[in-house]
């Protein structure tokens, strides 16, 4: 049983499909029925892909795998059942013989007056696909309201944290909202719309390479991106933030994008956790319980090229380590030796919109449209599926005028910043009754 179906888990899931071909049950329980490619995201908030592309069918991709589609609440690592909530609400249980624990991340939200009441998350196609149109909402407002300081306000959009998210979704965010705004006839000989990118850290993609951080600055900042470096919200409200230098900014857009915190059900599970991950061994099984394995953002997985520490939290590592518990559940069913997780870091691509990226594979340093040339290839070799749809949406954004237009398909409510309220994330027994 696999529960989750990220990075981590769909990659488990597909390497034990091919090999054991039916041999055993395989079973993957999920919220949705799609493995969602969580690179090219902020490519479809800014309108440049469609939701689809990003969206890879379980169904269509695992022909040996049987799809549960629900929400774990319950872990019962006594008697190796697990149970969980299907879509209509109804709860159902099933035993387990050997458990791939995928669960992955969730927003991390600080204790920020406003925060969860006025900022949008951005974790999933859901918050994607809200933001484009709340983006497009924007600007078509500020083109027909009347008062000047609204009409500033919303065109103005702040996003909080500098990282790999807060980064691509500020690139690509700038440039279709200048987009939408040259569309606007009533905006024409206004100002172009504002984006600032705050972060407390002292750089922008403070976790890479320097060069890698540089590039992605200096991009932004030719966009007219302000980044305010050293500095954060100190709160939240309905018509704009308070930075913590004091300074009021007006806006109706805070994008939270400061990271991402293990899934809840780790936590209750009431094993040993580093930093709210499942501490694992260096095979990724969960000490005392040899028939769980746990991998991607849930698991806290001992780095061996670094002594002393802990693979950081991205997609590169918990794809791999998807094929390393793969391999070990099969090492567990008489099909080989366990081998332990290890893997040296090849590098990391930033994609900053248009022909601009910022890449380093193999630590090579590379900028401009060389950059965005090896990122989008690496994307493409990396998707499991969908490849020429997503090749064919690229060249045609290069050729053809991007339609912006609100589809209205996710309101408000349904993106709450918190989406790891507690009526998702259920107690877990964890076999103790």
């Not at 592309?53 to 049987?66: A, E, M, N, W």
Request: net charge positive; hydrophobic share 40%.
């Amino acid at each position: 049983m696999i529960v989750g179906a990220g990075f981590a888990g769909y990659q488990a899931a597909r390497d034990l499909s091919r090999t054991l071909r039916g041999a055993v049950e395989i079973v993957l329980i999920n919220p949705n029925d799609y493995f969602l490619y969580l690179p090219l995201l902020p490519e479809v908030a800014a309108g440049v892909l469609e939701p689809r592309r990003v969206s890879v069918s379980l169904t269509g991709t695992l022909p040996h795998v049987r799809l549960v589609l629900g929400e774990v609440h319950g872990v019962d690592l006594d008697a190796r059942r697990i149970s969980w909530r299907d879509p209509d609400g109804r709860s159902a249980e099933m035993a387990y013989d050997r458990l791939v624990l995928s669960v992955g991340s969730v927003n991390k939200l600080l204790p920020i007056p406003g925060v969860a009441e006025h900022a949008h998350g951005f974790r999933g196609m859901p918050e994607a696909l809200y933001l484009r149109d709340h983006v497009t909402r924007q600007i078509e407002m500020s083109g027909t309201s009347e008062d000047p300081r609204e009409r500033a306000a919303r065109r103005t959009f702040v996003v909080v944290g500098a990282g790999y998210t807060g980064t691509e979704v500020a690139a690509y965010g700038v440039l279709f909202t200048d987009l939408l705004a040259r569309k606007n006839t009533t905006l024409r000989d206004a100002p172009p719309p504002r984006w600032l990118l705050v972060d407390i850290a002292p750089r922008v993609l403070p976790e890479l390479d320097r060069r890698l951080s540089r590039t992605a600055d200096r991009v932004l900042r030719q966009r007219g991106v302000e980044i305010r470096t050293g500095t954060t919200v100190k709160e939240a409200t309905s018509e704009g933030v308070r930075l913590d230098d004091g300074e009021f900014i007006d806006t109706r857009s805070l994008i939270w994008c400061v990271g991402v915190r293990p899934d809840p059900l780790v936590d209750q599970l009431g094993l040993p956790t580093e930093r709210g991950r499942l501490r694992v061994d260096q095979y990724l099984a969960v000490p005392g319980h040899p028939e769980v394995l746990a991998c991607g953002d849930a698991a806290a997985v001992p780095d061996l090229t670094r002594p002393g520490q802990f693979t950081p939290m991205t997609a590169q590592h918990a794809h791999r380590q998807g094929k390393v518990a793969a391999h070990n559940v099969l090492a567990s069913l008489g099909r080989g030796a366990p081998k332990p997780y290890k893997h040296h870091d090849l590098g990391f691509t930033v994609g900053l919109g248009g022909a601009q990226a910022a890449a380093n594979p193999l630590h090579i340093p590379l900028s401009g449209p060389i950059a965005n040339a090896v990122s989008r290839g690496y994307h493409l070799m990396a998707m499991p599926g969908n490849r020429v749809r997503v090749a064919t949406d690229w060249l045609l954004d290069t050729v053809l005028p991007r339609q912006a237009v609100q589809l209205g398909m996710v309101p408000p409510w349904a993106v709450p910043l918190d989406t790891a309220s507690p009526e998702v994330a259920q107690t877990v027994r964890a076999g103790r009754g």
